[in-house]
């Protein structure tokens, strides 16, 4: 899969380009918005991640530009500017979702496989780990062919952990992919410490005990054996 | 000033007319007092003239201070509007307008840079904040680090992330103090309540916390109603930390007021300084400090007081409409 980053700052594009790699995708980046406008009008990408700030012109436009060119390509929006209206504008003329900077790289890989998953049927409409099944359609979780009876919070940290699997998660890149900004400090560690471990429970009542792992102080890692 | 006039003109037409009539009645020749009295006619013209310049004069320092008293009473040192006096022929005046010129612009361009820092600082720290966040999050997936390392990144991270509650926290005041949240409708506080409740209920639950409402009426404020999620979300917040175990949350709202209590040892702090920011007790050190002075921002820019106290072993903290 081809994914294009536009991105003027170097270290956070650096960083994304990283996680992403890693993640087994193949990305191009750009800097500026002609850098941006160029790659866009010369190659086809499945995804963009486009920045609103760009020097040498608003990203808003290359997105429109994007979504004038092709229905296909998934675009996610990341930008320090976090109003409703600009969240709002952002969304209405063709782009799949809006991250607000600062962001956790955990959470930009979740949204970008969400969208993907929308666009293309590149992405099916399960994920499978062999004994554990989640479906994204039904948001149901089978495990050793049973059915679990997951809270919507379990499920959501279940898909959040395995859509970042063999990846070390941590507690707050959780706690805001729940919450948003709503809470704060130990608080949301305790709730999420509490869901955990009634995920962990009903998985290991299934026979798949073994999925989640502890990383202690920090979080947790979905582990395929 | 009527009663100044009063008293300046008595006891001179008084003495005037005393004069007069003894100098009628001893004067030998009728010449000497027609003399007299035609002597004093300028001295009468020229007492009335002093007196009627002495007004003059005293109404131009009255205008004065009024115009001074008005300016300061309009200035706001977030309006760019430059205050301006009228010349005056007192030259002490015109030298304490000067004066009061430029402490105004100093006044305003402090203001200004103080506000500014505020909005850079907070802005400005966020995306180094996010890089060092994220190099973490890439160091920890490296596959042969060691359990040493990863507990000295777990440090790191806890600390970034502090650092950026911290920053989100500030930015979000800075928000609410530059009045970035204008769109107010009426906003139904029981509404509210039972939105952000639904929200905590996991939470609460964790915590084995009983919920009590004791709902009489509907408690109207025109007011900013993201601001109203905020401050409730930070109350009901506050009360599930600061509770103890098996506890419970009372929240009571009434037509003109609401209040959210929760059981809990009295605080060795008076309560005025709970406001403050970056006020906490030694043994919660996840609280940012900066809850309450966010509640308290929001109140007093939505027209509502708030007020703590601590009775029969409660926490109780009140919101109500300002009377003023």
């Not at chain 1, 410490?193 to 979905?222: E, M, P, Q, S």
């Not at chain 2, 007004?55 to 205008?63: A, E, V």
């Not at chain 2, 809990?264 to 006020?279: H, M, N, S, T, V």
Request: aromatic share 8%; net charge negative.
């Amino acid at each position: 899969m081809k994914i294009l980053i536009i991105e003027d700052e170097q270290d956070l594009l650096e960083l994304i380009l990283r996680y992403l790699k890693k993640e087994g995708y193949v990305c191009e980046v750009a800097t500026t918005f002609m850098e941006g406008y160029k790659k866009i009008n010369n190659y086809e990408y499945d995804c963009a991640i486009i920045d609103l700030n760009l020097p040498g012109g608003d990203g808003l436009k290359l997105v429109n530009i994007l979504r004038e060119d092709s229905t296909q390509t998934g675009i996610l929006i990341i930008s320090a500017r976090d109003t409703l209206d600009d969240r709002i504008t952002g969304l209405d003329i063709g782009a799949d979702d809006y991250l607000t900077k600062p962001f956790n790289l955990s959470e930009l890989n979740a949204r970008i496989k969400a969208v993907m998953r929308r666009k293309t049927n590149q992405f099916s409409k399960e994920l499978n780990f062999g004994d554990l099944i989640i479906n994204l359609d039904e948001h149901k979780v089978t495990a050793c062919g049973n059915t679990l009876q997951l809270t919507k919070k379990e499920y959501n940290i279940l898909l959040y952990l395995a859509r970042n699997k063999a990846r070390v998660v941590t507690k707050d890149s959780i706690a805001e992919h729940l919450w948003g900004d709503y809470m704060d400090g130990a608080v949301s560690y305790d709730f999420i410490y509490a869901h955990v471990k009634n995920l962990r429970k009903k998985l290991a009542d299934n026979g798949c005990g073994n999925f989640l792992k502890t990383i202690y102080g920090i979080g947790y890692k979905f582990q395929i054996n | 000033m009527k009663r100044l006039k009063r008293l300046y003109f008595i006891p001179v037409l008084i003495s005037l007319l005393a004069a007069f009539l003894l100098i009628w009645k001893l004067a030998p020749a009728a010449f000497y007092s027609k003399a007299l009295l035609i002597a004093l006619i300028p001295l009468i013209l020229l007492v009335i003239g002093f007196r009627y310049i002495t007004y003059q004069r005293i109404q131009i320092i009255r205008n004065q201070l009024y115009q001074i008293f008005h300016a300061l009473e309009e200035f706001d040192a977030d309006e760019p509007t430059k205050v301006e006096f009228e010349d005056s022929p007192f030259p002490i005046f015109n030298e304490l307008n000067e004066y009061l010129v430029e402490l105004i612009d100093r006044i305003r361009t402090d203001f200004q840079a103080h506000k500014q820092f505020t909005q850079n600082a907070s802005h400005e720290l966020q995306t180094p904040l996010a890089i060092i966040k994220g190099h973490v999050e890439i160091l920890l997936q490296s596959p042969n680090i060691g359990e040493k390392e990863v507990e000295s990144l777990a440090i790191v991270l806890q600390n970034a992330n502090r650092l950026s509650k911290i920053n989100s926290a500030l930015i979000l005041l800075s928000k609410i103090e530059h009045q970035r949240f204008v769109d107010t409708e009426q906003v139904n506080f029981v509404a509210v309540a039972d939105e952000v409740l639904g929200n905590f209920h996991d939470l609460i639950q964790i915590h084995n916390l009983e919920i009590r409402k004791e709902y009489s009426e509907i408690f109207e404020v025109n007011m900013s109603r993201t601001l109203a999620e905020i401050l409730i979300a930070n109350l009901v917040q506050n009360a599930i930390r600061h509770n103890v175990s098996e506890g419970f949350i009372e929240i009571t709202i009434d037509s003109g007021s609401f209040s959210i209590s929760n059981p809990g040892e009295i605080l060795d702090i008076k309560p005025e300084a709970l406001f403050k920011r970056f006020l906490r007790k030694s043994d919660a050190e996840e609280s940012l400090g900066l809850g309450l002075s966010i509640v308290k921002r929001i109140c007093e820019q939505s027209g509502l007081e708030v007020s703590y106290n601590h009775t029969k072993g409660q926490h109780s903290l009140h919101i109500h409409k300002n009377t003023n």
